[in-house]
């Protein structure tokens, strides 16, 4: 298996729009979500002790729905579908944080925090991913960073749609690197979810103990249908 150079990936840069359109025609036909019982998620089930470690710990649903082809092969499509959503999440915040109409002081700090996260975040992948990095669509967030109120909600579907998107391609990355990766990210997207949930009164769990990862075509779906790319 080729190995995957964080540094530098040297492939040509997909069609983001065509990968967009391709996952959403393909929600239609794979609604059977494959889940994969987990019993130790790094690998714990390969010892001599994780079919007892198995037992013990509750189920850990992880979907494996790849992203689309168009996104790249491999790892390289899963960055990928990542940088897209980061993409649009940098594009949220920033958007938000030039309209000023945040005035929660605890929002306001969790709008400056995440904004600076997101900035890194894409900055990151594209780093990683080079010239296979798919370009930046534009976006129309049609007036929801315009409301505080609004944006608050927004906000907490974004972060928990980042949770289950990360989460959902673990059992597919190849790479320790990129998993490692991944999981420095996916953790950072939660304390998100979390600090705005606690903001607005909303579960700073909101799937209990054990979060659940989907497949990429429920989260493509999910992101058409928000028609924030325009």
Do not use: C
């Not at 054990?210 to 992101?223: E, R, Y």
Request: charged share 20%; hydrophobic share 45%.
């Amino acid at each position: 298996m080729d190995e995957i150079n964080l540094e530098a990936i040297n492939l040509e840069a997909v069609d983001l729009d065509g990968a967009i359109r391709e996952g959403a025609e393909e929600v239609a036909g794979d609604t059977r979500m494959s889940f994969l019982r987990k019993g130790a998620i790094a690998g714990g089930a390969a010892l001599s002790g994780g079919a007892i470690l198995s037992a013990l710990i509750p189920d850990v649903a992880l979907a494996n729905g790849r992203p689309p082809a168009k996104f790249g092969k491999g790892d390289i499509g899963i960055l990928n579908f990542a940088l897209t959503l980061e993409y649009l999440e940098r594009a949220f915040y920033n958007e938000a944080t030039d309209k000023g109409a945040i005035t929660d002081p605890r929002t306001a700090t969790f709008l400056k925090v995440t904004t600076h996260d997101e900035r890194k975040h894409v900055a990151f992948l594209k780093k990683a991913l080079g010239k296979a990095a798919v370009k930046e669509p534009k976006f129309n967030f049609h007036g929801t960073t315009a409301d505080q109120a609004t944006f608050q909600k927004t906000a907490y579907v974004l972060e928990n749609t980042g949770v289950h998107a990360y989460l959902g391609q673990a059992p597919n990355i190849k790479d320790a690197k990129i998993l490692l990766a991944a999981a420095s990210i996916v953790t950072i997207e939660a304390r998100h979810s979390g600090a705005i949930g606690s903001i607005i009164g909303k579960a700073i769990n909101p799937n209990g103990a054990f979060d659940n990862g989907l497949p990429a075509s429920a989260i493509l779906k999910a992101v058409t249908g928000t028609h924030f790319i325009a």
